[in-house]
């Protein structure tokens, strides 16, 4: 069913993604989350390769986004330690070091993808040149493929280690290869291969598919979204104030459906769906699903 | 997920189960602490912490995009190790196994490499003079180098070398006699 509310949703979208009508405070506040784990994970390599012979910021900040220990908690990205954790089998530090973060999947579901991951700066930035690409007459694709691919690609990376005997998740995990080209860049190593990867997976998603990694390629967004199946944080509709104009469908990066309330565990809660809504019909709750 | 969800997992995973293994690279010097190799590539996720922590920013990281570019490595020649036993002590998944900073834990735990004595370089070895310089910078003293005979030719001894390669980065440049080597490329001592 084409809607000739499309074209007026596909209008609203901006640059920076969205005309913000509703959802201010939790998009100012996503933003500056994410603002703030793009500068940890490019800065913090800085200072520690300045600031090494002081012995800080080792004592606040060790690593970056896939692992870090930030004020002597342990914190390991869930895709990494589930890989280690097939490839090797459980150690009780592993686990202690995968908890924290994985609690917080199980509760807040794939929350990652849209509050935390330091690339979504950089796909925000790819939305502008596809807006600016559009506008100046150049052809964009918008390439969907099937939701299966990510799980496929999931499968592969966790069994794949085992037979190439190397973890695969940090060759092709958009936070890892970001926080490995930062820290090459500080310890003056270069550039190396881990940029190479992060500049096609920018190109897929700015040319040939929006946001086409995180929807159908990312291991990282399919282990949260199995993770995360139980969390009842979600974004709910109530039928009586929508007026069906596909705004929020237009708008989601993954692909999601909020207007025929088609919203599944691959929902990252980044909330722009809410915030373009013009009639405030969704919203993000614990509640049951109104009906 | 979905039924087709599954499938997509399953059939991805056969997919990397199917994945053929490429031909075993040489053998890299790793971090001290570092599970054998085969176990170690499993566990290490490629942080870069212990790179991050090594004061003499020894620890390095292939440059390309390989399978290998998340695997750290030992640039011995340009900065040995002064086994802190830092980048034990920040590891998150045990690929470095823990080891504390005490000499006797060092001495018996660490196997970076082994040390290889190209004796046609060596000063001594070669009658170009008295050296002592590999002797004289290792932390393990005359339990990994020994000086034999009228010019305090160094002799090693791979049993009590941590292989920090102290020795190695110490070693003259225009001699160079030195070598670190893995211990699964050792080819008969040749020291």
Redesign the interface.
Known sequence: MDHLGTQRARDLLQPWDLVLRGGRPYQRARRTVLALSLLTVAGTPFLAARYLDRAWPAGLIVGATGSARVLGVELLDPLLSVGVWLARGGRPGLLAAALPVLLLVVVLGRFFCGWLCPYLPLLALSHSVRWALGKLGVPVLDLRLPGWVRFAVLGTVLAGSATLGVQLAVLVYPPALLARTAYRMAFGLGLGGGATVLAAVWLFDTTISRAGFCRSLCPGGALFSLLGVASQVRVRRVASRCTDCTACDVVCNLGLRPMSDRVDTGCDRCGRCIAVCPTRALSLSLEGRPR | ??R???????????????????AAAAATLRPPGALPP??F?????????C???C?T?AI????????????PFLALREAACVLCMACTE?C???ALARIPAQAERVAAEVRIGVPVLDRRSCLPWSRQGVCRLCAYVCPMGARAVELVGPLQAPLFHAAGCVGCGLCEEACPEEAHAIHIVPAALQDGGRT
């Open positions: 997920m979905n087709r969800g599954v499938l997509g997992l399953a059939a991805g995973a056969l997919a990397g189960l199917l994945a053929r293994r490429p085969g176990a590539e499993l566990a290490c996720i490629g942080c870069f912490r790179a991050e922590v004061p920013r390095r990281f292939p440059a390309g995009a390989a399978l290998d570019a998340g695997q920040v998150p998944t045990g």
